[in-house]
C-alpha cells in the first residue's frame, strides 16, 4: 500500500522515542518529559465539575465557548497590554494544534519557516507537512539569542515565517529586548509572519516583559499560540489558543474545524477559572529547582546557561567527544537516569534536563549525573 509521502518522510517524535527507550531499559529516574509534577488546581476541577453537572457536553462553537474567549481577551490586556476581542480568539485543542493550524494557514510549497533552534521538536515535522522548507537560525554561539547578523543570513524571498518560542524549550531562555528588535526589523520590510509559542510565558524567574506580541504595529503579521498545560498543570486537558488578526483567524478556523471541530465543551468553562488561578506558588517551586540544578551542574564543570524561564536546563556536554544521544543513552543504561539528548533540539553538544518534578528525583538524579560526568573526565584526562 501507498501512503502520504508527505506523512511517510517524517519519523515520530525523537523525544518520545527517547523516553519511551529509557523505560524499557529501566530508567529509574526521569527528567524527560516537560510535565508540571503538581496538581490541576481544585478550583479548576470543580469548575469542570459544574460544567458536566450542568450537562455542558454538546458541541461548543468552533471558535470556542464565548464566555471563555470573552475572559481571555480580558487576560491579556492585563497580561501583555494587547487588545484582542473575543472574535480574534480561537480555542483549541491544546497549543500545539493552534500552532498547526497557523502553519497549515500560511505556508505554501517551498515557503521557508525560520526556527531559531535549539527548538521544540514539533516545529520541523509539521512544516514539513505543509510542504514547506525549515530553515535553521543556530542561536547557541550567542547565548541562545538572536543576533541580526545570525537572522540576515537565513532571511530569504521564500520567507514565510518565524517561530519565536519565548521562553524558550528547551533552554529556558528568554529572548532579550535587542532579539526582538532583530526580529521586528526584519518583520517589517518583509511579507512574512511570526508565530509566537508562548506557552511558559507566565513561568518566569525575574521581572516579565511582553514578548513580540507587544509590536501591534505588525499586528497582522503575528501570530499568538497560548496553552493551559504548562502555567496551570493541565497537560492532560489539552487546551489552548490562538489569538491574531480577524483575516488569519478566517483561515486557520477552517484548519481548526477540519481538522477537529471543536474543543472539549466542559474543558472551556473549566478554563474560564484556571485564568483566574495565580501560577506565582508553581513558579516559585521551579525557581527553587532550578536554582540547584544550576548550581549542581555548574559545580560539575558544566558550560551552561542559567534559564530564565519554563522548567529546562540546557547543559553543553561537547566537551566529552561523544554525541548527544551516545551520551544521554549511556547515563540511561549505566545510570539509570533518563534526560534528553539535545540532538532532539537540533542542538547537538547539549542535553536537556527537565526540572518539572520532584526535589527528590532531581537531587538523585544530579547525584548519579555527578558520578558519570567525573568518570568521564577521568577517561578524558
Given at each position: 500500500m501507498k501512503f502520504n509521502e508527505q506523512v511517510t518522510r517524517i519519523e515520530p517524535s525523537p523525544l518520545r522515542a527517547f523516553n519511551d527507550m529509557a523505560h524499557k531499559e529501566g530508567a529509574e529516574l526521569f527528567l524527560t518529559l516537560g510535565e508540571p509534577d503538581f496538581h490541576t488546581p481544585q478550583q479548576v476541577k470543580d469548575a469542570c465539575g459544574v460544567a458536566l453537572e450542568n450537562n455542558k457536553t454538546f458541541y461548543a462553537p468552533t471558535m470556542?465557548?464565548?464566555?471563555?474567549?470573552?475572559?481571555?481577551?480580558?487576560?491579556?490586556?492585563?497580561?501583555?497590554?494587547?487588545?484582542?476581542?473575543?472574535?480574534?480568539?480561537?480555542?483549541?485543542?491544546?497549543?500545539?494544534?493552534?500552532?498547526?493550524?497557523?502553519?497549515?494557514?500560511?505556508?505554501?510549497?517551498?515557503?521557508?519557516?525560520?526556527?531559531?533552534?535549539?527548538?521544540?521538536?514539533?516545529?520541523?515535522?509539521?512544516?514539513?507537512?505543509?510542504?514547506?522548507?525549515?530553515?535553521?537560525?543556530?542561536?547557541?554561539?550567542?547565548?541562545?539569542?538572536?543576533?541580526?547578523?545570525?537572522?540576515?543570513?537565513?532571511?530569504?524571498?521564500?520567507?514565510?515565517?518565524?517561530?519565536?518560542?519565548?521562553?524558550?524549550?528547551?533552554?529556558?531562555?528568554?529572548?532579550?529586548?535587542?532579539?526582538?528588535?532583530?526580529?521586528?526589523?526584519?518583520?517589517?520590510?518583509?511579507?512574512?509572519?511570526?508565530?509566537?509559542?508562548?506557552?511558559?510565558?507566565?513561568?518566569?524567574?525575574?521581572?516579565?516583559?511582553?514578548?513580540?506580541?507587544?509590536?501591534?504595529?505588525?499586528?497582522?503579521?503575528?501570530?499568538?499560540?497560548?496553552?493551559?498545560?504548562?502555567?496551570?498543570?493541565?497537560?492532560?486537558?489539552?487546551?489552548?489558543?490562538?489569538?491574531?488578526?480577524?483575516?488569519?483567524?478566517?483561515?486557520?478556523?477552517?484548519?481548526?474545524?477540519?481538522?477537529?471541530?471543536?474543543?472539549?465543551?466542559?474543558?472551556?468553562?473549566?478554563?474560564?477559572?484556571?485564568?483566574?488561578?495565580?501560577?506565582?506558588?508553581?513558579?516559585?517551586?521551579?525557581?527553587k529547582r532550578r536554582d540547584y540544578c544550576y548550581d549542581r551542574l555548574v559545580a560539575m564543570g558544566l558550560d551552561v546557561v542559567k534559564p530564565e524561564g519554563a522548567f529546562y536546563i540546557m547543559p553543553n556536554i561537547s566537551k566529552f567527544g561523544m554525541s548527544s544521544m551516545e551520551f544521554c543513552t549511556r547515563l540511561v543504561k549505566e545510570c539509570k537516569v533518563a534526560v534528553i539528548p539535545g540532538v532532539c533540539f537540533s542542538a547537538e553538544g547539549y542535553m536537556r534536563i527537565g526540572y518539572c518534578v520532584s526535589m527528590d528525583t532531581i537531587v538523585k538524579a544530579l547525584d548519579r549525573l555527578e558520578k558519570f560526568v567525573a568518570g568521564l573526565e577521568k577517561k578524558c584526562a
Open positions: 470556542g465557548v464565548a464566555e471563555l474567549r470573552r475572559e481571555i481577551s480580558a487576560f491579556e490586556k492585563q497580561l501583555n497590554g494587547v487588545d484582542y476581542d473575543e472574535n480574534e480568539i480561537m480555542i483549541t485543542t491544546g497549543s500545539t494544534e493552534a500552532i498547526m493550524s497557523a502553519l497549515f494557514a500560511v505556508v505554501n510549497e517551498g515557503d521557508e519557516v525560520i526556527v531559531p533552534v535549539p527548538a521544540f521538536s514539533m516545529y520541523k515535522p509539521v512544516i514539513e507537512l505543509c510542504k514547506g522548507r525549515y530553515v535553521e537560525l543556530n542561536t547557541a554561539p550567542d547565548n541562545f539569542q538572536i543576533t541580526e547578523k545570525a537572522l540576515a543570513s537565513v532571511v530569504s524571498d521564500k520567507t514565510k515565517a518565524i517561530i519565536l518560542t519565548s521562553p524558550n524549550n528547551p533552554t529556558g531562555t528568554i529572548l532579550d529586548e535587542k532579539s526582538l528588535l532583530n526580529v521586528y526589523e526584519q518583520v517589517k520590510k518583509r511579507d512574512m509572519f511570526v508565530i509566537c509559542d508562548e506557552c511558559y510565558n507566565q513561568l518566569v524567574y525575574n521581572e516579565r516583559r511582553p514578548g513580540f506580541v507587544r509590536f501591534q504595529d505588525l499586528r497582522e503579521k503575528i501570530v499568538y499560540c497560548q496553552s493551559f498545560s504548562k502555567p496551570y498543570a493541565m497537560t492532560g486537558w489539552r487546551l489552548g489558543y490562538m489569538m491574531a488578526s480577524k483575516e488569519f483567524i478566517e483561515q486557520a478556523f477552517k484548519v481548526h474545524q477540519y481538522t477537529t471541530v471543536c474543543a472539549n465543551t466542559f474543558i472551556q468553562y473549566a478554563a474560564i477559572e484556571a485564568l483566574r488561578f495565580d501560577p506565582a506558588p508553581f513558579v516559585e517551586e521551579y525557581r
